[in-house]
């Protein structure tokens, strides 16, 4: 048996680059002043935080002033949405899409529960979105629109710059969680509609606890987190600097990978995606193949549990992830699926395959030798496969 772990759920969360480690490794135990401090000491990490935003406003094309450190992706969702929708005290409307993450869905509907209206966008069943239908429901009563850059389940990218562009010429405030896409598809907001967009250290390689928010020039958002005056008054509490040293250097290493994403990372997504497409019966591609992350793949293998894949891949040392959440006995598909209309018995037996720069072809040859045995045994154990 192998005892590595071959590691495909970058998704879930990504491996610390080693050069972020040492980045951030003086920041603990020698430089760890508070940036607010009146001393030397402590004022002296304030310049490494501004280098940190530096870094990040290059990966994202915008000016270091519009970056706003939090805590990680749900921080930002939160404080984007929240932060503009009490910008915008008269309007009571949001709209954002049925497949996003619930760090973003789980505050629409805390919204809707405040009496705002929440207009949640379909899909097709290629994990596309509707862009019709939100032309149709902007009106003069929306706050603001949130909708995913790219889906973290199947990896769909939405057409965000045509998105913004629409939202936009509303004048209604538009965000997008691009937790899933920043690093694996370059940006240039300078150059774009977009208002606010989130994103996390740990899906880039830097530590978890650490995220951004992008909040261009002149948006309004009202203070999500208060207290002391860090971040120019926008996010209170004291800075995470080992993390947010962190973050900049995976940004600045980012900026230098993405061509790797979409050449070498995407061979070997598109290398294990089609050789267990044709080596496992009744298996299907979940997602747009098109308008898709580099490193992700979703793919059902009809008449068997998701959990029950994994369980035995686990055994082969492998990591992925299922898109059935096992909730309280009960194993309902994801929303994700249910929203692309994925079929009972597909959605039940989906697994997510997320790679990243660390993977090697040593890795995705292991696991297509695998994959067919794993399901075969299943498909024997199976009460729906006629025997
Ligand atoms: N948004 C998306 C699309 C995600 O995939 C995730 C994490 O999986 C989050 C938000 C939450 O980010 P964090 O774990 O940094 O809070």
Known sequence: MRMRTIYFDNNATTRVADEVLEEMKPFFCKLYGNPSSMHTFGGQTSRHISKAREQVA?????DPSEIIFTSGGTESDNAAIRGAVAAAPNKRKVITSRVEHPAVLSVCREVENHGYTVVELGVDKSGRLDIGELEERLDDDTAMVTIMYANNETGVI?????????????????????????????????????DLLSLSGHKLHAPKGVGALYVR?????APFMLGGHQ???????????PGIVGLGKACELAAGHIEEENTKVKYLRDKLEDALLAKCADSRLNGDKKNRLPNTSNISFEFIEGEAILLLLDKFGICASSGSACTSGSLEPSHVMRAMGVPFTAAHGSIRFSLSRYNTEEEVDYTI???PQIVNQLRELSPFVAK
Do not use: Y
């Open 217 to 221: 020039k002149g948006t309004r958002i």
């Open 58 to 62: 290059n990966l994202l094309g915008c």
């Open 158 to 194: 939405f057409p965000i710059e045509k998105v913004a562009e629409l939202v936009g010429s509303r004048g209604v405030v538009f965000h997008t969680d691009a937790v899933q896409a920043v690093g694996k598809i370059s940006m240039n907001l300078s150059k774009s509609g977009i």
């Open 231 to 241: 971040e120019s008054g926008r996010r209170a509490g004291t800075e995470n600097v």
């Open 369 to 371: 030798a695998k994959m």
